[in-house]
């Protein structure tokens, strides 16, 4: 049964008051998400909640959810696959389709020929505490009949937030006054009451689950009271293992209303001297534009990378204004770059990675695997 009600344009000022909060303004775990937004946004509840449910359901929204620190809850990194060109849609539907661990999943090319321009399949790749990401990767090679592949996982972040709307008026060289925060990714161990409440907290909302009380149900499904529940997603929250409450644009696809969140999505390298790296990415991370920044060793495939970036724009121009406006500020810190190049997303799906050891261990048997092959080997 259909609930869409209220106009689901981008353009809407209602709509865009709501998303401007409701993308990635509501960090940590909160018991009253959709409360916060409508007090920071300034539009009545009952308004939020109408018109996210028919965001939703318009498929504006693409989903709905409290995102989660996936850095610190699970080993990850950054995939590269080189596949050939008449594998490469066939290895693509597999990994979104056939792998809860790959999440984001594009394909990239450059504007030259350029070291890494090979490899045309990236994706993000988590595996969950106790599993080896080298075996599965491995694994997910021979499965897609990859050539090569290169792991790299996130030695630091410094940004990590999405906000489309909000950047959208965003100008090259725009950048906050301080030096951004330097986010470790040291994989925190978890209680098994602690992952019941992080597999019930995480899961995304059905359009009719958008309603103020919405962790009630939740709680319930965890087999936990709900006071307890807020306690130990609370716990979870101070241990900083849980992200943003967010609502996530379909970004990349034309929306059901004609428009594009956004049109041109690019992956940015620099290589910096050795050393550097968390000064280059707090400097980095320091521009409003990115959505994400990490330090990620690309290895020579990628010509010694160090520092990555992710901007979106509507224009490809713009985009690589910002890229400039980001390359000057560099060179004006005296930090200087060896190597730097853009990888343009194409064709682009993105779900959550999942996180859960438990879900591991049933993938694992669901696809005729051993779980206990699948180990970390003990260091």
Known sequence: MTM?????ELEDETNRRILHISEDRIA????DPFGRIAEESGVALDTVLERIRAMLEAGVIRRVRQTLMATNLAPGALAAWQVSQDNLHQAFDDLFQNDPFSGHVVIRTTDAETPGSAYRLWT??????GFSIEKHATYLAERIGAKEYRLMPARCLFVLGVGHMRRRAIGPG?????????TNTTVVELSEIEWRVLEAVKRELAPAEVARDLWALRAE??????????QVAEGLN?????GRFSTFLEHVKELSTGERVTRYNALFHWAVPP????EAGREVGRHHILTHAYWREGGPEFANVNIMAVAHGMEKPAVLAHKAAIDEHLAACGIPVSYTNVFWGGRSEIKPSEVSPFAYERWCRDTGINPESM???VR
């Open 28 to 31: 940590g775990f909160e018991r």
């Open 124 to 129: 993000t790749l988590k595996v969950p505490q």
């Open 221 to 230: 499904e965890a087999g936990i009271a709900l006071e307890e529940f807020y």
């Open 375 to 377: 180990r970390a080997e």
């Open 238 to 242: 101070a241990r900083g293992v849980v």
């Open 174 to 182: 725009s950048k906050s006054e301080a030096l951004a925060n330097a």
């Open 275 to 278: 050393g550097r790296e968390l």
């Open 4 to 8: 869409l009600t209220g106009p689901t």
